[in-house]
């Protein structure tokens, strides 16, 4: 590859470490440009992958394509001529002959009153000057026009910009993609230095190019292939590293500081079980036969349970709490709302009555000297479980020995709040619970260090729930009929703006419309501003079948256990998301009945094929994968709980087995050599640490 003289400033040689600045047509503003793309110096420049790429090969003189499709083409300049087009526009017209017939090169540049926009490009384009020009060509009166997006005037070297695949990357302010081809051509100068952190072994039992061969076939591949097969060797190396450090992380907790051991007596498990008044299905009892193993032994357990809604999650949860309590320990459950607190305790009063076990509910609200009573008696030991929301990780509250920590709705809460509740115990064995189903590359990136347990399929004895868009009247007359036939109804409003008051008229003017509607039914209203007092009334007055229906917020969607609620009406349906959604729909179905979810929406669009694909499965699974593909992982994970890299080869939507087989070699690989200790690891070992030293450091609880 011959180097653009163009991008080299002084004659030292290049390095990895030369910073940027020095480079030529960079400069201490550029400089400052390119590193808010993390760019600083030569070797950032090898990692700051391309996105696409551009084909600017000169095609075939009678080859052109549909009109509107870019092409490149290349010619001498026989005429060339300015133009106006409008108060705002001017226009550089060339006449080029190229191989072929000759078409028209158009330049449109903002008309500037200051200074002459075209000039630059009218003292180059003189007749019988070549020109390479690239952009979406047309036809015109006079044959092919090309409105150019980009040009060069060849000199005979090789060029990063044109007659090529041509990468496009992400830029900023100041950084044009011109620019940055340069200065990535000029760096690919010194890539053979680049250590190739991948054992021989794993790069031929693959049939990976090597490092140096990948990157220079991802900038700027020859064809299409070699650019497949360089961002395969990529992307590998991304989800290997990963997983490196995902399986290092988890030998680095099982190594540490022993977790309670906690073997079944059956004294309140078995007591708890026959009160259920069913049995465990069979993806349930291999879960907890999961948790059980894992709590039986000295290395703390971190585990993640994911269930579809209505999966009975919460029945295990219960079993692992009453194993930690009658092997005489504490535990506790920790969950993002008070309203799913609230619910968790109603069951634990349920299940719970006249076994013996003491166990408080810790929360926002309530009363002060109640709330220091409950603190002390469990510091002390003598409350058994204790179940809270984030008034459980204040740092006033103790536990004596807490043996198990279960968080619900686990990606409702940060890394850190994560550990906090953790932190409380020596080591304590921790659940993690979701009833959001996360797709099976976010489980072996996001969550790889953890194990991870799945329920699936429902409770037998539980009714269908069909789901379908309606208008107004329609919805009104489900809830009529369900109504009528003895059972109960929700009603959910949206948040209309990024303001709790707009909520909170959505949903009070909705409630008295409701009440007008259905003059002869008790309509109860709960919302996020109600104090604590007023929402556990609303809820219990609601689960007794003193309310027949629910104007709510959407502070329902997880956790409200109403089996004979049947009908669930979801205004503006547009504005939920699909996992939302699919966690509103799971109120009901919970009991024999069959159940209607009705979708009240006027949307079209991106928003109408979402709510078509929710009525068409209730498999949560499903619209994961297709919430994944839609959204991307960032946005279904969100900002606060997730540690995922930034994959610049690999995509999670569609590297499953690729990451399934990094995923595999990572962990056979420290089985083998836990240290990486081996010479051919050595590379290995310190690119990871690199990489992700500091996450070792300082552990991970999810």
Not at 11 to 19: W, Y
Not at 598 to 627: H, K, M, P, Q
Not at 660 to 687: K, S
Request: aromatic share 6%.
């Amino acid at each position: 590859m011959t180097i653009d003289p163009q991008t080299r400033r002084s004659a030292g040689p290049l390095a990895l470490e030369t910073p940027l600045q020095y480079l030529k047509g960079v400069g201490p503003a550029r400089a400052k440009a390119l590193a808010k793309l993390g760019l600083v110096a030569v070797g950032d420049l090898l990692w700051h992958l391309p996105r696409s790429h551009e084909d600017r090969r000169l095609g075939p003189p009678a080859l052109w394509g549909p009109p509107g499709a870019p092409v490149a083409r290349a010619g001498v300049v026989s005429h060339y001529e300015t133009a106006s087009a409008g108060k705002n526009l001017v226009i550089g017209r060339a006449l080029i002959a190229g191989d072929g017939p000759p078409f028209e090169a158009l330049w449109f540049r903002r008309r500037s009153y200051r200074y002459d926009a075209l000039a630059p490009l009218e003292k180059k384009l003189t007749p019988g000057a070549r020109v390479a020009v690239y952009g979406p060509w047309q036809r015109g009166p006079r044959g092919p026009e090309i409105r150019v997006e980009d040009h060069t005037f060849p000199t005979g070297e090789t060029s990063p910009h044109m007659d090529r695949w041509v990468p496009v990357y992400d830029l900023t302010a100041g950084v044009d993609g011109a620019l940055l081809r340069r200065l990535v051509w000029s760096a690919l100068e010194v890539v053979d230095r680049v250590e190739d952190p991948l054992p021989e072994s794993l790069r031929a039992a693959w049939g990976f190019p090597g490092l140096a061969a990948a990157l220079r076939d991802y900038h700027f591949p020859v064809d299409p292939a070699r650019r497949a097969a360089a961002r395969r060797r990529l992307a590998f190396d991304e989800f290997f590293m990963l997983e490196l450090a995902l399986a290092r992380a988890r030998e680095r907790r099982r190594r540490g500081p022993p977790s309670p051991v906690c073997a079944a007596n059956r004294s309140l498990l078995s007591p708890f079980r026959a009160r259920l008044g069913f049995d465990f299905t069979p993806a349930q009892k291999k879960v907890i036969n999961e948790i059980f193993d894992d709590m039986g032994r000295p290395e703390p357990m971190n585990r993640l349970l994911m269930g579809d809604v209505g999966s009975g999650k919460t029945v295990v949860a219960v079993a692992a709490l009453l194993l930690a309590v009658e092997s005489g320990h504490q535990a506790a459950l920790l969950a993002p709302t008070e309203i799913l607190a609230e619910q968790h305790a109603l069951g634990l009063s349920r299940w719970l009555e006249g076994l013996g076990v003491r166990w408080a509910l810790l929360r926002g609200g309530g009363s002060p000297s109640q709330k220091k009573k409950d603190k002390a008696a469990l510091a002390a030991g003598e409350i058994q479980i204790a179940i809270g929301t984030h008034a459980l990780l204040e740092g006033d509250v103790a536990f004596k020995d807490l043996g198990v920590a279960v968080i619900d709705e686990q990606h409702r809460f940060g890394v850190a709040q994560r550990a906090a509740l953790g932190a409380k115990g020596r080591s304590p064995h921790t659940l993690l619970m979701t009833a959001t189903p996360i797709p099976r590359t976010l489980a072996m990136t996001v969550y790889g260090d953890l194990s991870v347990s799945v329920i699936v399929g429902r409770p037998p004895g539980r009714g269908p729930v069909r789901t379908a868009r309606a208008t107004e009247g329609e919805a009104w007359a489900a809830v009529s009929r369900a109504l009528a036939a003895g059972r109960q109804a929700y009603v959910v409003f949206p948040l209309i703006e990024e303001s709790e008051k707009s909520d909170l008229r959505a949903v009070v003017e909705g409630w008295n419309r409701l009440r007008a509607l259905f003059p002869d039914r008790a309509v109860g209203l709960l919302h996020g501003r109600m104090k604590s007092e007023e929402k556990a009334r609303a809820m219990a007055d609601f689960s007794a079948g003193r309310l027949h229906v629910l104007a709510a917020t959407p502070v329902i969607e997880v956790g409200i256990d109403v089996p004979n609620a049947t009908a669930l009406v979801v205004m503006n349906a547009e504005r939920f998301g699909l996992a939302q959604l699919h966690q509103l729909r799971g109120r009901v179905g919970r009991g024999a009945h069959a159940s209607d979810c009705l979708l009240v929406s006027r949307a079209g669009g991106d928003a109408a094929e979402r709510l078509a694909l929710l009525c068409r499965t209730n498999d949560g699974f499903v619209l994961a994968e297709e919430d994944l593909k839609r959204r991307g992982p960032g946005e279904v994970l969100g900002e606060a709980q997730h540690g995922l890299p930034d994959f610049r080869a690999g995509h999670l939507v569609t590297d499953g087995p690729l990451i399934e087989e990094a995923r595999a070699r990572a962990f056979a690989l420290l089985a083998e050599d836990p240290g990486l200790a081996r010479a051919e690891n050595a590379v290995l070992a310190a690119h990871l640490q690199r990489r992700f030293g500091a996450r070792w450091h300082l552990g991970r609880v999810a």
